[in-house]
């Protein structure tokens, strides 16, 4: 015959339904936890949008304004300056490069409206690449860095850039092959109110 001190030992040691039910929910709610937390720190370092995630412009048409008959080199993107500007090694040889027919809003000694989006964007297309660089007439500018245009692939970077409402249209005679290409370019910009062309929240 069992000792009563026993039987209740056996008792106290029972749980009650509430406590297990209770068990139960900080169980589920811990595994829940263990779930969402990486889903949440994930999205929050991914930025909502990137330069890189941005449709491109290039066509047919807009290719067809690049001089066939004038000097045209490859070379090695070393550099990202800021949104026109960009350094190149040429045979073993860093250069200065500026974009022909465009202007960036400034990123490095001032920063101006837009700049630092310019800069990005011309960074997510070229950074690291391999370009082809295409003259018109000039050689170099008055800071002697040359004045080309861009393609890395069948991608034509100037005109993404003035597309994409990066950049302003710059006419500079005499290196003009593609200004008009640039001003269409910008026009449709301006309607789609693309980057610089965007509207701005009131303060």
């Given at each position: 015959?069992?000792?009563?001190?026993?039987?209740?030992?056996?008792?106290?040691?029972?749980?009650?339904?509430?406590?297990?039910l209770i068990m139960a929910l900080v169980l589920?709610?811990?595994?829940?936890?263990?779930?969402?937390?990486?889903?949440?720190?994930?999205?929050?370092?991914?930025?909502?949008?990137?330069?890189?995630?941005?449709?491109?412009?290039?066509?047919?048409?807009?290719?067809?304004?690049?001089?066939?008959?004038?000097?045209?080199?490859?070379?090695?993107?070393?550099?990202?300056?800021?949104?026109?500007?960009?350094?190149?090694?040429?045979?073993?040889?860093?250069?200065?490069?500026?974009?022909?027919?465009?202007?960036?809003?400034?990123?490095?000694?001032?920063?101006?409206?837009?700049?630092?989006?310019?800069?990005?964007?011309?960074?997510?297309?070229?950074?690291?690449?391999?370009?082809?660089?295409?003259?018109?007439?000039?050689?170099?500018?008055?800071y002697n860095r040359l004045l080309r245009y861009?393609l890395v692939g069948e991608v034509f970077v100037?005109?993404?850039?003035?597309?994409?409402?990066?950049?302003?249209?710059?006419?500079?005679?005499?290196?003009?092959?593609?200004?008009?290409?640039?001003?269409?370019?910008?026009?449709?910009?301006?309607?789609?109110?693309?980057?610089?062309?965007?509207?701005?929240?009131?303060?």
């Amino acid at each position: 015959m069992p000792k009563r001190g026993s039987s209740r030992s056996v008792r106290s040691q029972q749980l009650s339904p509430t406590t297990l039910l209770i068990m139960a929910l900080v169980l589920l709610v811990l595994a829940l936890i263990e779930v969402i937390a990486p889903e949440k720190s994930s999205s929050l370092g991914e930025p909502t949008s990137s330069p890189s995630s941005i449709p491109l412009f290039t066509n047919p048409s807009a290719l067809a304004c690049l001089p066939a008959h004038t000097t045209r080199e490859q070379a090695k993107v070393i550099k990202v300056i800021d949104g026109d500007t960009i350094e190149v090694e040429i045979n073993g040889t860093p250069y200065k490069v500026r974009y022909i027919g465009i202007d960036t809003p400034e990123s490095t000694t001032r920063v101006e409206y837009f700049g630092k989006e310019a800069a990005a964007r011309n960074q997510a297309l070229v950074d690291g690449q391999q370009v082809i660089l295409i003259k018109d007439v000039s050689e170099t500018d008055r800071y002697n860095r040359l004045l080309r245009y861009v393609l890395v692939g069948e991608v034509f970077v100037n005109y993404e850039l003035v597309r994409g409402g990066y950049a302003n249209t710059l006419r500079y005679p005499p290196d003009v092959a593609c200004a008009d290409i640039f001003r269409e370019a910008e026009r449709q910009a301006r309607e789609e109110r693309l980057g610089l062309w965007a509207p701005t929240p009131a303060p």
